[in-house]
């Protein structure tokens, strides 16, 4: 089973798609992971390498 470290690009172009409707400043790159997801997926694949 292949596992993803970053989200589907259809996740990011929702979230894209949604930005660009927006009027206030883009947001900081961590919380453009958090929003994604991605920051939980590098946390559990951490999580996973750190088992033995």
């Known amino acids: 089973m292949t ?3 970053h989200p589907s690009k259809y996740v990011v ?3 894209l798609e949604r930005r660009s409707q927006e009027v ?3 947001p900081t790159p961590e919380e453009i992971r958090r929003q994604l997801g991605w920051g939980l ?3 559990d694949q ?3 390498s750190g088992r033995s």
């Open 13 to 15: 172009r929702e979230y």
């Open 24 to 26: 206030k400043p883009p």
């Open 41 to 43: 997926m590098m946390f």
């Open 46 to 48: 951490k999580m996973e």
């Open 3 to 5: 596992q993803a470290n």
